[in-house]
């Protein structure tokens, strides 16, 4: 059973930066990919960005390339998402989850281990 813990969000002003931290319970499979995804309220869940567990490739939402950056430490079994430049609507709740389909996967029902989220709050 993977469990996957979210950390790192919080209220920030408008411009500033976020690094979330997504620990997972234990070690990958090397073909797994993990990915984050965001939901604001009445909102759907929206992909964020994807990296692959064992070869680090990343793919993002179109929207957000050049702000977030994901990244992996695979000996402390976890995944980063560094936000920059934040705006009032990146605020959400923000899960990382993990999938055995390939690193552009988009849709959140192909996920199968979900974090509980982390809430994240932008001022203006």
């Known amino acids: 059973q993977v469990q996957l813990v979210e950390s790192g969000g919080g209220l920030v002003q408008a411009g500033g930066s976020l690094n979330l931290s997504c620990a997972a319970s234990i070690r990958m499979f090397r073909s797994s990919t993990m990915g984050w995804f965001r939901q604001a309220p009445g909102k759907e869940r929206v992909f964020v960005a994807t990296i692959g567990w064992s070869t680090g490739n990343t793919y993002y939402a179109d929207s957000l390339k050049g702000r977030f950056t994901v990244s992996r430490d695979n000996a402390k079994n976890t995944v980063y998402l560094q936000m920059n430049s934040l705006k009032p609507e990146d605020a959400a709740v923000y899960y990382c989850?993990?999938?055995?389909?390939?690193?552009?996967?988009?849709?959140?029902?192909?996920?199968?281990?979900w974090g509980q989220g982390t809430q994240v709050t932008v001022s203006s």
């Open positions: 989850a993990r999938t055995e389909r390939g690193g552009q996967t988009t849709a959140a029902s192909a996920y199968d281990y």
